[in-house]
């Protein structure tokens, strides 16, 4: 057996004990299930944006909100920004694909949004671009990052940056940690009576 297997394991393991071992990165944690909880409550909707492997995190993220997470409920406005093709192609290819997140959120964008940007760098342009948008719209911005948080770190109301380098540790870190705030998104937009 390859000894990799156990060391990929443990840092992953590591990663999240820092995590949980820090009470602002979970203070951070609460306060963007409160901000997305806010924005839901007055009729506002959640955007989310990332390449690669971080297009996927969004994605997911976006259909636990705008499908269900733990029990059957009404869908919320939930959606990743990355989704439809041929508007991704056109754009990408008319105007570059810098200005992909950016030029939708123009179109869609309202005050009192919340847009995720996800990215293990911090700097991916597109979505640094997004954020021009989202400040001068009053969307507010919550960063899923690697440890440095890079250049998004300036515009984030919440900056999520998981003390990492490691980009596949920094993805497992971020899909658990969206895990958490749709688990208390949902529960408080929708509160069981059986518990």
Request: proline letters at 1%; one cysteine or more; a negative charge.
């Given at each position: 057996m390859s000894p990799r297997i156990k060391e990929s394991i443990t840092q992953s393991i590591a990663a999240k004990q820092e995590i949980l071992d820090n009470?602002?990165?979970?203070?951070?944690?609460?306060?963007?299930?409160?901000?997305?909880?806010?924005?839901?409550?007055?009729?506002?909707?959640?955007?989310?944006?990332?390449?690669?492997?971080?297009?996927?995190?969004?994605?997911?993220?976006?259909?636990?909100l705008s499908g269900r997470f733990y029990y059957d409920r009404p869908p919320l406005p939930a959606e990743a920004l990355h989704c439809n093709t041929s508007y991704l192609?056109?754009?990408?290819?008319?105007?570059?694909?810098?200005?992909?997140?950016?030029?939708?959120?123009?179109?869609?964008?309202?005050?009192?949004?919340?847009?995720?940007?996800?990215?293990?760098?911090?700097?991916?342009?597109?979505?640094?671009?997004?954020?021009?948008?989202?400040?001068?719209?009053?969307v507010s911005i919550i960063s899923f990052t690697g440890a440095t948080g890079g250049k998004m770190k300036k515009d984030s109301d919440i900056l999520l940056n998981v003390p990492s380098t490691d980009t596949p540790r920094i993805q497992e870190s971020h899909i658990m940690i969206g895990h958490i705030i749709c688990e208390l998104v949902e529960s408080a937009i929708f509160p069981r009576s059986d518990k």
């Open positions: 009470p602002d990165f979970l203070a951070k944690i609460q306060q963007a299930a409160d901000l997305i909880i806010a924005a839901l409550h007055n009729g506002n909707k959640i955007l989310f944006c990332g390449n690669g492997g971080s297009a996927a995190d969004a994605q997911h993220l976006a259909a636990e192609t056109a754009v990408g290819n008319d105007y570059g694909y810098e200005h992909i997140f950016s030029r939708l959120l123009r179109g869609t964008g309202k005050k009192g949004d919340v847009l995720i940007g996800i990215s293990t760098s911090g700097n991916s342009q597109n979505i640094l671009n997004a954020y021009e948008i989202c400040k001068e719209n009053g």
